[in-house]
């Protein structure tokens, strides 16, 4: 049963660094993108970043290009979401989420998130 777990999620000061992670699981074939979507209450999910796993083939947001870094550990079936020069406004729920084929911006075509992880940005 495909399973995406995140865990990294905590308080920090602007300026600040985190790494987000997202374990996979009974995820086997090596056509599926992942990708990193965030949530703010009152707003529809975000796209942050996104890895193919099998080209590795990495996408980001405008608003966290060159702040945020996605990987992956084809082993360890992770990926990795590093967050620096944290902001106010990166304050979010963040999700991971696996489909198959190309990394898109668009949530409805994922087909398997995981929980979310609260990611808090103090000032």
């Known amino acids: 049963q495909e399973q995406l777990v995140e865990s990294g999620g905590g308080l920090v000061q602007v300026g600040g660094s985190l790494r987000l992670s997202c374990a996979l699981s009974?995820?086997?074939?090596?056509?599926?993108?992942v990708a990193w979507f965030r949530r703010t209450p009152g707003q529809a999910r975000e796209f942050v970043s996104g890895?193919?796993?099998?080209?590795?083939?990495?996408f980001y947001a405008n608003s966290v290009k060159g702040r945020f870094t996605i990987s992956k550990d084809n082993a360890k079936t992770v990926v990795y979401l590093q967050m620096s020069s944290l902001k106010p406004e990166d304050t979010a729920v963040y999700y991971c989420?696996?489909?198959?084929?190309?990394?898109?911006?668009?949530?409805?075509?994922?087909?398997?998130w995981g929980q979310g992880t609260q990611v808090t940005v103090s000032a």
């Open positions: 009974g995820i086997t074939s090596s056509r599926w993108a």
């Open positions: 989420a696996a489909k198959y084929g190309i990394v898109v911006d668009d949530e409805k075509h994922y087909l398997y």
């Open positions: 890895i193919g796993w099998s080209d590795s083939r990495t």
